[in-house]
Structure formats: C-alpha cells, structure tokens
C-alpha cells in the first residue's frame, strides 16, 4: 500500500461529488455574500453546481459557523469532472468533501482503498501504520467473521485520527416512468437496467448518467459515470445480484485449498464484439496492464494483493500462471479469503488483444464482452451514450430491452422534470428539490432505499492547523459541531441517515457501537473546548 502517485478519483457522481475547502484570507475563492465573521480564516465549503447540493452545504457551513463562531460558506465548482479534477491533481486548497459507493459489498472497501496508504483513493494521503496493519490482519483473517473483528478495529484507529469527517449513509432516491416495468435498484444504488422491459416505442430505455471522468477501461473506471456504463458493456468473472450476493459470469469456477493461490477456470465459447475468444490470456493480460506502474491506472490498487505487484517499479503480477485457454492461477501475498467477491468490480475484466494496440482510441470505443456494447459513434460527450444488446452475450443479465441511452444531465433537477413528463425512463438521484414529494409523484413508481454508499469530508494533514495533536482537535470539533441529525431531517426528508461508523449498514458486519464513534455526534459543547485547546496551541 505505497502508491505514490495513483490517485483515484472517488466514486461519487450519483452519491454527492463535493469539495471542503479552507483558505485563509480574501482571495479569489472569497464569495460577495460571505457571512461577516471575527476570524480572519474562512472555511468554504467547495461541491459541484450540477449536482443540487446547495442545501445541505449550507445547512453543514451554518453548524460549523454557528457552533464554532468561524467563517463558513459553500462555494460552488461548475462541474463534478472541474471538482474531481482538482481534487486527483492535488489542487484542492484546504479540505474536500468525499463519498464512496462501494465496489463490492465488504467491510473493507470502504476502508482499504480511502485510507491505506497510497491507496488509489486515499485523496487524503492519510498514513497511520497501525491501521494498516489491522486491514493486513483482517485481508489474512480466515473467515469474515474474524475478519470484521479486525475491521472494526481498525475503524477505532480512524475515529482517533479523523482523515475523513463521516457525515451520513445515503439511500438510493429515485424511480421509473410510466413507460416501463420491472424497475429494481441493487445494493450498491444502480439500476438493475438490463431487466428493464419497455414495449413502447422504440423500446429503448431512457437513464440518467454523467458524463465519464475517464476512458472507458477497466483500470481508468472508478466513478459512477464511467462505472454504470462498464458494468453493462462487460462480462468479467463473477457479477452481483441486487442484494450484492456474486454470482459466476465468466467463471466456471473460483477454488483455493489455502485462499492464498486461487485457480480460476472459465467458461468455454465466450467472445467479445470482434468475435475473439474470451481467454485465460484475456484476464491475465488485463490485470497485468491495470497493475503495471508505468501504464497509471487509478484502478491499479486492487492488484496489490497479488504477487509481483510494485507501486515502486514496472513489475509484472508473478502470482499469475495461464494453465490453458480456459485457466488460470492466482497467487496472491498472502491470504485472502474473500478475494472471489472482489471479481465482480470493474478492475477486473478481461480485455481482447486490439486493446493493446492503442489502448488511448480503445478507451472512446471499447470492444466489450457484456450484455450491451456500445453502439458505433454514438458517444457524443458531456451529452449521451447509446448501449444495445450484444447478441452474443450468454449470461444471468440478459437484456429485456432494446437497449440503454444515457443522458448525461448536468441538474438533477432537470433529469427528475423529464421523469415525470415520462421522457426519462429512470432515474437513480432525486433532486433534493423533491425529497419531500417525490415518492407521491411518482404514485408507487418511487424508490427510497438503504444502499452501500457513505459520505464524508476529508481533510488532508497537510494542511495547516490540520496535523498533529492541533490538528485532531480540530477534527473532533468539526466533527462534533455538525448537527447530522437535523440536517438528515430538514434537508433529505428521510433519504438520509447520520453516520455511525465508515461504511455501511446494508454490509453484513456493520456495527453502530464502535469505540469512539462518540465524534460523530452532536456535542457544541465539547467541540467549542477542542477547538479552544486548539487555538492554545495555535490561533486558527
């Protein structure tokens, strides 16, 4: 876990893409309507226009500011891509605002990739050796029992150094036109779109989407944008069903007599768009390019269990053996038992041998395995996308439609407008506009479900004020001066839940009386003393 320059933009766009800023001073950032304040140091609150998150920005800047007596405020980036581009590049000034939506159902995606160090998601660059070695303890665990034992653990070590403020778990808002049946939300908040049936019209099913951060390739995917379109145009070893359980696709079967060395054998006669056969080669040669330093993949993370991985230097993944066409062996560092359920992410798919010729053009028009594949020119950017059947797909996630079109809104306002005009088919974020209405709107085609995602702020220890023994203190008093609990109520009308830990209730393990979690509740008091001992040692 030193990735020293893999940085992964967070999985955010349909959970909330949002920055927390401080900056000191009345520089450019200074907003015309800024609340007047005795402290000469503002804390602005940084989150994508297009996202209709101003609410509760604002709602989290006024506790702040009324709690601690400091200068709140939200500002607003155009876009999530000008967000997230800052954020991946180092640019942000002060603190930012993070989600994660998970990528498979465990424990420890939601800590592993955030908080390892140098993981591809640790926007924060946090570091603390005792937490990384509880996630190797409980990678190693035999069971998961035993292994979210060692998780909630290493949950306790983050509540004493804070690198991500929890604000609250997310339900999946959203719902379906009149135009379509069979409308069903998995664990992870996405449409099951390819069991929707639509028979009218041209039987094309109209979602809401945004527009990909990144190429379309396994290792370069890892928010939602990019992600709903991967997740329909490949076939990889093992999916999920709604309830997150994994089902085999590719895989014909995935055994180990230690969980340290896995034989993966694959099912016969499978073939992307181009008619190429799905191979042994066709995974193993995949993995090695998404874990290959030199080829900067902001997947690259998810290899690193595998023997040969180096985020030093070009090396191979050793721990990968071809037996034959149809199997392959995985090595890995140590064992790991739950290995099989990570398969299912987008890390991990295969990919034909043109890819490798130019992997930059295959990434604008990927030739794909899935239930879908992309329809030819039809990617037309910061606009839509156009996915039809494959007709050689052989799999549980058979298409029931004549295909997907994905429109990339920049207001959820707008997508939720067209919903109820029945010009879009579904839609997996409501506005906030809505909260209070929507499930009578949209008369029994409404969806309000618990879904693995979390939301946070992350403050880097870099930043001034923010390190050592001053800067946990203040941590703990930003944290505690946030009043969750009306804000869920107020601004999310039940679509929201205050965070009691660093993941999620919907993942089997999940415990709410944690050691420490004591920061994460509302408690002026105390954050006011903390942030005085703070200033003790140095004036904000």
């Known amino acids: 876990m030193k990735n020293k320059r893999m940085h992964a933009a967070v999985a955010l766009t349909a959970v909330g893409a949002l920055a927390l800023t401080a900056c000191s001073g009345d520089g450019d950032n200074t907003s015309s309507s800024a609340p ?10 940084a ?13 989290v800047a006024n506790s702040i500011k009324n709690t601690l007596g400091i200068q709140a405020e939200g500002q607003p980036y155009a876009t999530f891509a000008e967000l997230r581009k800052d954020v991946q590049d180092r640019k942000m000034t002060g603190a930012f605002r993070t989600g994660w939506q998970a990528d498979y159902p465990s424990l420890y995606n939601f800590l592993g990739p955030l908080y390892g160090t140098g993981a591809g998601s640790n926007d924060g660059d946090y570091s603390n050796e005792n937490f990384d070695g509880l996630l190797r303890q409980g990678l190693a665990a035999k069971s998961v029992e035993e292994a979210n034992g060692f998780f909630d653990q290493a949950q306790e070590q983050l509540f004493t150094d804070l690198p991500a403020i929890p604000l609250w778990y997310s339900n999946v808002t959203g719902g379906s036109s009149e135009n379509v049946t069979d ?44 992600g709903r379109i991967m997740d329909q145009i490949f076939q990889g070893l093992v999916s999920y069903k709604a309830d997150g359980s994994p ?79 149809q199997t392959f062996t995985v090595k890995l560092k140590q064992p790991e038992a739950d290995f099989p359920l990570r398969l299912g992410y987008t890390a991990f798919m295969p990919l034909p041998s043109v890819a490798f010729e130019d992997m930059e053009a295959y990434g604008q028009a990927p030739i794909a395995n899935g239930p879908y594949i992309v329809k030819e020119g039809s990617w037309k950017h910061d606009t839509s996308i156009d996915l039809v059947p494959n007709p050689d797909y052989d799999g549980p996630r058979t298409p029931q439609n004549k295909g997907i079109r994905f429109s990339f809104y920049t207001s959820q306002d707008t997508a939720y407008t067209d919903l109820l005009a029945n010009n879009l088919d579904v839609l997996d974020a409501v506005p906030d506009s809505a909260f209070a209405t929507f499930e009578g709107d949209l008369n029994g085609r409404a969806v309000n479900q618990a879904s693995a995602v979390f939301q946070s702020f992350t403050i880097p220890e870099k930043l001034e004020h923010f390190s050592g023994e001053e800067g946990i203190l203040r941590r703990q008093a930003i944290s505690m001066s946030i009043d969750r609990e009306a804000i869920t109520k107020a601004i999310f009308q039940g679509t929201r839940t205050p965070a009691k830990d ?26 006011k003393e903390l942030w005085a001992k703070a200033d003790a040692i140095s004036k904000w």
Do not use: R
């Not at 007047?36 to 609150?45: A, C, G, V, Y």
């Not at 989150?47 to 709602?59: E, F, K, L, S």
């Open 47 to 59: 989150y994508n226009g297009d996202g209709g998150h101003q609410a509760w920005v604002d709602a």
């Open 502 to 527: 660093f993941t999620s209730p919907v993942i089997a393990g999940w415990n709410d009386k944690l050691k420490g979690s004591e920061v994460l509740t509302y408690n002026p008091e105390k954050a």
């Open 183 to 226: 409308v069903e939300f998995g664990w992870n908040s996405q449409p099951i779109y390819s069991a929707v049936k639509k028979d009218k019209g041209d039987g094309i099913v109209l979602a809401n989407g945004s527009e990909p951060a990144n190429p379309l390739l396994p290792g370069m995917t890892n928010e939602t944008g990019g």
């Open 247 to 325: 089902q085999n696709e590719l895989a014909e079967s995935i055994t180990s007599d230690d969980s340290q060395t896995w034989t993966i054998k694959i099912k016969a006669g499978h073939k992307f768009q181009n008619g190429e056969e799905v191979t042994a080669k066709s995974f193993v040669d995949a993995w090695n390019y998404g874990a290959l330093l030199k080829n900067a993949q902001l997947s690259s993370y998810f290899f690193e269990s595998i023997e040969g991985f180096s985020y030093d230097e070009d090396s191979e993944l050793t721990g990968l053996k071809i037996v034959d066409d």
């Open 36 to 45: 007047t304040s005795t402290s000469t140091t503002k804390f602005t609150i």
